[in-house]
C-alpha cells in the first residue's frame, strides 16, 4: 500500500500551503499518521504526528503554533496546514502511517507516500 502525499510547491516565505495525504485500500482510523521532511543533505526528521481517532496531535517545536495535523478519517485522508514558512521549511514532505500509537521515529512507520517538495522563497 503505498500512500498518496499531495499539496506541494513553491511559495513565498510567510505564505501558507496544505498538504493532503490520501490512503487507499486502508482502514485509515486504524493508523497513526505521521508527516515528515527530508531536505539536501539532512536526514529526515518528523514534523507532524497524529492519532488513529485524530484526538492527539503533537509537533515538532520548529513548527509549533505553524502547522496544523489533522484527519477525515471518513474520506481516508490526513492534512499538514502549513501557515507563515519560512526557508528553512524547504523539503520534500512524506506522509506515513502506522499501526498503533504515534512515534517521532520514522523508521516505525510501516506505509510511505511518495513525497512532495515544498520551496519556500526568501
Known amino acids: 500500500v503505498q500512500l498518496q502525499a499531495s499539496g506541494g510547491g513553491l511559495v513565498q516565505a510567510g505564505g501558507s500551503l496544505r498538504l493532503s495525504c490520501g490512503a487507499p485500500g486502508l482502514t485509515f482510523s486504524n493508523y497513526a499518521v505521521g508527516w515528515f521532511r527530508q531536505a539536501p543533505g539532512k536526514e529526515r526528521d518528523v514534523v507532524a504526528t497524529?492519532?488513529?481517532?485524530?484526538?492527539?496531535?503533537e509537533y515538532t517545536t520548529s513548527v509549533n503554533g505553524r502547522f496544523t495535523i489533522s484527519r477525515e478519517n471518513a474520506k481516508n485522508a490526513v492534512y499538514l496546514q502549513m501557515n507563515n514558512l519560512k526557508p528553512e521549511d524547504t523539503a520534500v514532505y512524506y506522509c506515513a502511517a502506522r499501526r498503533g500509537g504515534q512515534d517521532s521515529r520514522w523508521s516505525l512507520y510501516h506505509y510511505w507516500g511518495q513525497g512532495t517538495l515544498v520551496t519556500v522563497s526568501s
Open positions: 497524529i492519532s488513529g481517532s485524530g484526538t492527539t496531535t
